[in-house]
């Protein structure tokens, strides 16, 4: 396997989604590829640090309602109000 076809794998590697020959293909070529496995690293970073709770931020408590308060009654078939701008 080539760097080129091995970079188009690497983030369906780190989510696992390789099957098992395409998997130990990649884990060979990165054992032996600097360049590939320092893209590995990166993207394993990258993987990390968009779970990292602390960037998420709730939405104000008011639009929070507003948001759910319009969902339900389009829901019921309701059309909005014009107070809900």
Same mark, same amino acid.
């Given at each position: 396997?080539?760097?080129?076809n !091995?970079? =188009?794998?690497?983030?369906? &590697?780190?989510? =696992?989604?390789?099957?098992?020959?395409?998997?130990?293909?990649?884990?060979?070529?990165?054992d032996?590829?600097? %360049?590939?496995?320092?893209?590995?690293?990166?993207e394993?970073?990258?993987?990390?640090?968009?779970? /990292?709770?602390s960037? &998420?931020?709730r939405?104000? %408590? /008011?639009? !929070?309602?507003?948001?759910?308060?319009?969902?339900?009654?389009?829901?019921? =078939?309701?059309?909005?109000?014009?107070? %809900?701008?």
């Amino acid at each position: 396997m080539s760097c080129q076809n !091995e970079r =188009g794998l690497i983030q369906s &590697y780190v989510d =696992g989604e390789l099957d098992e020959l395409h998997a130990s293909k990649m884990k060979q070529h990165l054992d032996r590829c600097e %360049e590939c496995r320092s893209a590995h690293v990166i993207e394993l970073m990258l993987r990390s640090s968009l779970r /990292d709770t602390s960037l &998420y931020q709730r939405a104000p %408590e /008011d639009l !929070e309602k507003r948001i759910r308060l319009s969902l339900q009654r389009e829901t019921r =078939g309701e059309k909005p109000s014009d107070d %809900e701008d």
